[in-house]
């Protein structure tokens, strides 16, 4: 298999198997437009590459390696649709399938440009969350010191690390990555959210209120469009 390839399935894999916990042979079949014929040997390739774990009649999901290349992949994806949309001004129904066609030739150090140059964007131009980048880093103003020479998060550190508004009630974690610049994150070091502090959440409002949380002995309310840049190295199995 190319590359490309091989990186659409799994970027598929990806989006089917995030909403159902599986991804069966017909749902990739009918999102990648290929035969279901086509997707199982495909599947089997990629298990033989130890990049999707897949049983047959049941589906395939993603190994560590394999969602590691899709969640770069998916990255580079919205980064380019935010570059498309706001820097190029391309109309935004087509910027999806304009971004399918870059995100497999991009390298990390383009990646890593486009992410300072649109300002560590949040969202792509559809609202879907935009993960932080993978350096040994805890916030975006030091990008530039190491920009070239980051050593990558360890696999296994990088796989607990998520937006604190993913949080349920009485989760907890430590503040590993702040995405934003000088501003929000002296605000936030205000507030007592500095890099290694641990933080609970104590509850979350409805359709992406503010998010309370319990940090230094002190309640907070926090803005859900700020708390989401806040990263947490939270365990899965404290997730909901």
């Not at 919205?78 to 706001?86: I, K, M, Q, T, Y």
């Not at 050593?151 to 590993?176: C, F, M, N, W, Y």
């Amino acid at each position: 298999m190319a590359q490309e390839q091989v990186e659409e399935y799994l970027e598929a894999i990806y989006d089917i198997a995030g909403v159902e916990g599986t991804a069966k042979t017909t749902a990739i079949a009918k999102c990648l437009k290929v035969a279901p014929a086509s997707v199982t040997e495909a599947l089997q390739n990629l298990a033989d590459k130890n990049l999707v774990n897949y049983e047959p009649y049941r589906g395939a999901s993603l190994t560590g390696e394999g969602k590691k290349i899709a969640e770069t992949i998916k990255r580079r994806h919205r980064l380019l649709e935010v570059f498309l949309a706001d820097v190029l001004h391309i109309n935004r129904a087509n910027v999806h399938d304009e971004a399918c066609r870059m995100e497999h030739t991009i390298s990390e150090d383009t990646e890593n440009a486009l992410c300072r140059m649109l300002n560590a964007p949040a969202h792509c131009p559809h609202g879907s969350p935009i993960a932080p980048c993978a350096k040994g880093i805890g916030s975006c103003t030091e990008c530039d010191a190491v920009t070239g020479s980051a050593v990558s998060l360890p696999e296994k550190l990088r796989a607990t690390i998520v937006p604190i508004t993913e949080l349920g009630p009485d989760d907890k974690g430590k503040i590993a990555f702040i995405r934003g610049d000088c501003k929000i994150v002296q605000r936030l070091s205000d507030l007592g959210l500095t890099l290694g502090t641990t933080v609970s959440v104590t509850r979350k409002a409805p359709l992406n209120g503010p998010v309370e949380v319990f940090v230094r002995r002190t309640k907070l309310a926090i803005d859900h469009a700020i708390a989401e840049n806040i990263f947490v190295d939270a365990p899965r199995a404290e997730l909901p």
